[in-house]
C-alpha cells in the first residue's frame, strides 16, 4: 500500500522554524514528485514546494522563497521541509503529495495533478 506519513508540525513564534518531515512507502520513491501543499480554513489548497526526485526539479511558492527549503534523502524515502522566518500567513494544514508525472517547466503544481496523499500535520504560526 502506498502511504505518506507527514509529521513535524506544531506551534511556533513568528520567525521561529519547524522541519517537516514526509515519510513515503509503497512506490518507487524515486520516480515521483513529492509535494508540500497547504491549506488554512477558507482558503484553496496551494502548493508550497516540490521536489522531483528523478531529475532535482524544484518548486517553491513566491511566498515562501528564501525562507522554505525541500529536501530528500533517498536513503530514508523521505522529503524534508525546513521552514525559517515563519510567518503567520504560513498557519495551515500542510500535506504530503506525490505524483508519477513530472515537474513541467514553470508549472504551478496543482492539487489536481498529485496521486497520492497523506495525512495533513497542523502549522500555526503565533505573533
Known amino acids: 500500500d502506498v502511504q505518506l506519513q507527514a509529521s513535524g508540525g506544531g506551534l511556533v513564534q513568528a520567525g521561529g522554524s519547524l522541519r517537516l518531515s514526509c515519510a513515503a512507502s509503497?512506490?518507487?520513491?524515486?520516480?515521483?514528485?513529492i509535494g508540500w501543499f497547504r491549506q488554512a480554513p477558507g482558503k484553496e489548497r496551494e502548493a508550497v514546494s516540490c521536489?522531483?526526485?528523478?531529475?532535482?526539479?524544484?518548486y517553491y511558492l513566491d511566498s515562501v522563497k528564501g525562507r522554505f527549503t525541500i529536501s530528500s534523502d533517498n536513503a530514508k524515502n523521505t522529503v524534508y521541509l525546513q521552514m525559517d522566518k515563519m510567518k503567520p500567513e504560513d498557519t495551515a494544514a500542510y500535506y504530503c503529495?506525490?505524483?508519477?508525472?513530472?515537474?513541467?517547466?514553470?508549472?504551478?503544481?496543482?492539487?489536481?495533478?498529485?496521486?497520492?496523499w497523506g495525512r495533513g500535520t497542523q502549522v500555526t504560526v503565533s505573533s
Open positions: 503529495a506525490a505524483r508519477v508525472i513530472p515537474l513541467a517547466p514553470y508549472e504551478v503544481p496543482s492539487t489536481k495533478k498529485f496521486d497520492f
Open positions: 521536489i522531483s526526485n528523478s531529475d532535482g526539479t524544484l
Open positions: 509503497g512506490f518507487t520513491f524515486d520516480d515521483h514528485v
